[in-house]
């Protein structure tokens, strides 16, 4: 697996907003206002659970995990960006950096936006962040999806997406929608094998403090009836 979803809110926007990799707008109270005013009932993870798929077991994400996770989104980002970011920036990338705003972010309400992680007997080696989309309103959007590089291949990339899938059909969306960088071959091929497809839409957004060109990806969720 690979990082893969990304979403394009300027970290700048809110001193407590994160862009894609860790989530958009987490602790932003005018992005929290916005996903109330989608109507949408509210929904959480039943207490405890936890997702098995073969040996790899997707649960939600907790404040005990943000080091793990720290560490994990730098290691994505500095294998699956390599040629597609500036070098300079992945290398300067910092795990406790991360660790410091997956810490806020876990710490607050996540029914509307909610953060899965794949672990691999004791260790994390994967999450997927969730929620509402932008665009088209109405959808659900995939922000985010990273698996640690020596854990590629190992199918914690598919129960992440899977569990994420079911996840937003859960939350009441019919449609998802990701977004992701042109040149990630990986990235699509694995989206494109599970069954989303491009719709055409590209944007140019910042993440993160880089700027990056994104094409849009999209698919009806299962267990769903599908819209007349």
Same mark, same amino acid.
């Given at each position: 697996?690979?990082?893969?979803?990304?979403?394009? /809110?300027?970290?700048?926007?809110?001193?407590?907003?994160?862009? &894609?990799?860790?989530? /958009? $707008?987490?602790?932003?109270?005018?992005?929290? /206002?916005?996903?109330?005013?989608?109507?949408?009932?509210? +929904?959480?993870?039943?207490? $405890?659970?936890?997702?098995?798929?073969?040996?790899?077991?997707?649960?939600?994400?907790?404040?005990? #995990?943000?080091?793990?996770?720290?560490?994990?989104?730098?290691? +994505?980002?500095?294998?699956?960006?390599? !040629?597609?970011?500036?070098? #300079?920036?992945?290398?300067?990338?910092?795990?406790?950096?991360?660790?410091?705003?997956?810490?806020?972010?876990?710490?607050?309400?996540?029914?509307?936006?909610?953060?899965?992680?794949?672990?691999?007997?004791?260790?994390?080696?994967?999450? +997927?962040?969730?929620?509402?989309?932008?665009?088209?309103?109405?959808? !659900?959007?995939?922000?985010?999806?990273?698996?640690?590089? #020596?854990?590629?291949?190992?199918?914690?990339?598919?129960?992440?997406?899977?569990?994420?899938?079911?996840?937003?059909?859960?939350?009441?969306?019919?449609?998802?929608?990701?977004?992701?960088?042109? $040149?990630?071959?990986? &990235?699509?091929?694995?989206?494109?094998? &599970?069954?989303?497809?491009?719709?055409?839409?590209?944007?140019?957004?910042?993440?993160?403090?880089?700027?990056?060109?994104?094409?849009?990806?999209?698919?009806?969720?299962? $267990?769903?009836?599908?819209?007349?």
């Amino acid at each position: 697996m690979f990082a893969g979803a990304s979403s394009g /809110r300027s970290p700048d926007s809110c001193s407590n907003c994160w862009n &894609a990799t860790i989530g /958009r $707008g987490w602790g932003c109270s005018s992005w929290r /206002r916005h996903r109330r005013r989608r109507g949408h009932s509210a +929904a959480r993870f039943a207490p $405890g659970s936890v997702y098995p798929l073969g040996v790899v077991t997707i649960r939600p994400a907790t404040v005990q #995990d943000a080091p793990a996770l720290g560490r994990l989104h730098v290691r +994505a980002w500095q294998a699956a960006y390599r !040629g597609q970011m500036p070098e #300079d920036y992945l290398d300067g990338l910092r795990p406790e950096e991360r660790a410091a705003g997956w810490e806020r972010s876990l710490r607050r309400d996540r029914d509307r936006d909610p953060v899965l992680v794949a672990q691999q007997e004791d260790r994390v080696v994967g999450f +997927a962040v969730m929620g509402a989309a932008e665009d088209p309103q109405g959808a !659900g959007e995939l922000y985010a999806i990273n698996v640690d590089p #020596d854990h590629w291949g190992t199918g914690a990339g598919r129960a992440l997406l899977a569990t994420a899938e079911a996840e937003l059909a859960r939350l009441g969306y019919v449609q998802a929608v990701l977004w992701v960088l042109p $040149g990630n071959a990986r &990235a699509r091929r694995f989206y494109e094998v &599970a069954g989303w497809t491009t719709d055409g839409a590209q944007r140019t957004t910042e993440v993160l403090g880089v700027v990056v060109p994104e094409v849009r990806y999209q698919r009806r969720l299962r $267990g769903l009836p599908s819209k007349p």
